[in-house]
């Protein structure tokens, strides 16, 4: 017996076709001689009708059964619907519970439930319609990254979690030890002897890959990775997690015009990859979870990125004849508002901007002619904000020495960053993306806790 | 101008094209009226061949930077190749040195390296032949994993790398922590004040997602993870790191025959997509690194895995003519020298072995009806051993509990594990594979510190 996915049913299924499927159940209606029931697999948005007729055996006892959340296999035959939302339904031959859902204490009744309350059972929260197609998206948006990338011959690395240094200096790090905390082992000097835990010095949880996809795209030309990074920052925002999924590209031989280019190809094709393969999802947050997701993803698809340098960002926000929080003078970083009102009030789509004062960007960032800016980008969208940051790395081993030592950062545990433009080093460029962030705003969710399985933020770790 | 990947024009380029192609030196031949070069640009294990005319600008200058190493641009024209071990040739019209590499200091010099030398240079070592088919083998798999899911409708689920519980109980666990290890804060009892620490409580890196997998099983149906994971176990082998990639699949609605026919499927896909994609590292492996590598993925992809249970093993192994050093009697798990004797010798073939007794397997594994076996299922490959280890997971909420008391398991933490079985449980089963772990094997690498860009061992995180 082979099931089919009630996606597949959905959109090619013909009537008189004998089928099994396999799912949870969403709702039941009992009427006289039959009852509905909506079962869900996890593989579309709409649910399947199941028509039930009396005349099954142990029908009544069956019934008692169906209720939302048990688990179910149906076979029978594809009927065309005479109802309403569905253009085809399944008559059942038969049909067997496998677990129940006690309605008494089942959390997932039928209405509608707050994101909050849904995030203290995430253990049962993607079997709502709206985590159901959070998920799927993010999946969706997983596999148009690795789609994208390979085609175009870029390896996905694979960048260590733990590391030993701090080097992008991106603040607050996890420490990871396997030392027992309740009794650190003490040097004679009082100090943490870290000769005693497993990699004989202090660890940390990564804050990016970047050095690393540096190292492998100096080898390979162009490559990229998509692995987990880690904040301790202690923010309880909307916007913030501890632990994020993050996509590095990193490309040998490129500049910053490469980098745009690459980033306004990776964008587009992102989002319409999405967008074909979850039409259904799509509409559904259009509908129910913010009004201009579909408007957004359009915008972003079928407009050429505007690309502007941050001293005419400057100039233009300078003459806007809008009042700012944050006053507008060269050498800020720019603030939210401030890319807002380029790309949403004055370009009114995704635009580019490049080369910002040094003083405001990393230390890798490679130095323009003009000594005082770098050569780095942020995307930014409308709706969106800041989606991406890149740059043309510094490639240049006396510049990136003399910016090392600039900055009072120690060259120590740099040596083999250094190594890479001490031999046959090339222009390169790259740019990061935060992965939450952009499932978070092809969806439109509000919160980045509810695009991720088991968010982790200050004080929770469940699940 | 747009540059082209050596690997396409070895294998497509047509005399008289006009190509550009940018990479790294790794020899040079210098002949009276012209000299010869070797480039690689790390899109293939050869390199392509490059003619310097003696009348090209600046030709003895430009010789002098041309050295292992450097990176260049060339453009000119592909001509047919007289030599040996190419069809094709570039004639330089123009070539340009970006980088040079001092040949006095330079580690990569024309010659066999050791692999631990390597290891100590691992931000040069992709550079060199081995360590460059090593990781484009790496990617063609990596690749191969999320092709294969995603055709069949696998999500594929992120699940999360810091947890506050250790559920499977797989022993040796890094602490993650944002309390600086100088200073812990105290209780008034003595004890770590965990109040103080990011998560509030004690936090660990996964050993595992297959918990988490499972959840998103009970929505989606098919799910996979493949995300890094962590032991803290100090053994220095070539077959341990503390951070190494895991792939688990796992499905809704299926028993352990499906499960085992899932795996035998995607190791055989595994194997045939890596071999489709890396025909050049696959052979550069059987001939320089281990003779056998080809043979034993022409048994895996040629040949119907054998499935004999736990039991028939063991009646095997009893009537074996050869002496083991580990005593063969029921209960006791295989080691790898029956795994072996099973594999290579009785069956010269990759078998299934299922239904061990539950007192050597983990909690969640499906008590059989014998009340002494579990569903579980060890894939064992010729020349590899055991490559992945799975089982019907029990989805009887009284059975599972009944199984976590008897182990003196604490239920507490585990409540969302249960609540699968409290609400619409269903069958459902999955596998584990550790990747580092095929790609020692499909590539024949001895030590598993080589198949993966920054190893992190004992003492070991540098990079």
Not at 58 to 76: R, W
Request: proline share 4%; glycine share 6%.
């Amino acid at each position: 017996m082979v099931t089919r996915r009630i996606v597949e049913l959905l959109r090619n299924g013909q009537p008189d076709e004998s089928v099994t499927i396999q799912g949870w159940v969403r709702t039941k209606r009992e009427l006289k001689d039959f009852s509905f029931m909506e079962v869900n697999d996890g593989s579309s948005l709409a649910n399947l009708q199941v028509v039930l007729d009396a005349s099954l055996p142990d029908y009544e006892q069956l019934l008692k059964k169906i209720n939302t959340g048990a688990s179910v296999e149906v076979s029978g035959t594809l009927v065309a619907s005479v109802g309403k939302g569905q253009t085809i339904e399944l008559k059942a031959d038969s049909a067997q519970v496998y677990g129940e859902a006690d309605p008494e204490t089942y959390p997932l009744q039928k209405k509608r439930h707050s994101f909050e309350f849904l995030r203290n059972i995430s253990h049962l929260r993607s079997r709502t319609n709206t985590l159901g197609a959070v998920f799927r998206v993010r999946n969706a948006c997983a596999a148009a990254i690795h789609q994208f990338f390979q085609d175009r011959g870029f390896l996905w690395i694979h960048s260590p979690i733990i590391t030993a240094s701090d080097c992008e200096g991106a603040g607050e790090l996890f420490t990871v030890t396997s030392l027992d905390l309740n009794k650190i082992p003490k040097t004679p000097q009082g100090e943490v002897d870290y000769s005693q835990d497993f990699f004989g010095k202090p660890a940390y949880l990564t804050v990016s890959g970047q050095l690393q996809a540096e190292v492998m795209a100096m080898a390979f030309q162009n490559v990229y990775t998509f692995g987990p990074t880690f904040r301790a920052e202690n923010s309880n925002t909307s916007r913030h997690l501890a632990e994020f999924w993050m996509v590095e590209p990193e490309m040998a031989f490129c500049d910053l015009e490469g980098d745009q280019n690459l980033a306004e190809e990776f964008l587009k094709y992102m989002f319409q990859y999405v967008l074909d393969r979850c039409p259904e999802d799509m509409e559904f947050f259009n509908k129910w979870v913010d009004q201009t997701v579909l408007a957004t993803a359009d915008n972003i698809i079928n407009n050429e990125f505007e690309r502007i340098t941050y001293t005419e960002a400057i100039n233009l926000l300078e003459k806007a004849d809008k009042k700012f929080e944050f006053p507008v003078q060269w050498g800020i970083d720019l603030q939210s508002e401030h890319e807002r009102y380029l790309a949403e009030e004055l370009f009114k789509k995704p635009l580019i901007v490049t080369n910002y004062p040094k003083e405001i960007k990393a230390f890798y960032m490679r130095l323009n002619d003009d000594g005082k800016t770098v050569a780095a980008m942020d995307v930014l969208a409308p709706k969106i904000g800041e989606i991406i940051g890149g740059s043309q790395r510094e490639e240049r081993f006396a510049v990136l020495e003399e910016r090392i030592q600039a900055l009072d950062m120690e060259t120590d545990s740099l040596w083999w960053y250094l190594d890479l433009r001490r031999y046959g080093t090339v222009p390169h460029a790259g740019f990061g993306l935060g992965f939450e962030r952009i499932v978070q705003f092809m969806t439109g969710m509000g919160n980045i806790r509810d695009v991720i399985p088991f968010p982790r933020t200050p004080l929770s770790a469940d699940f």
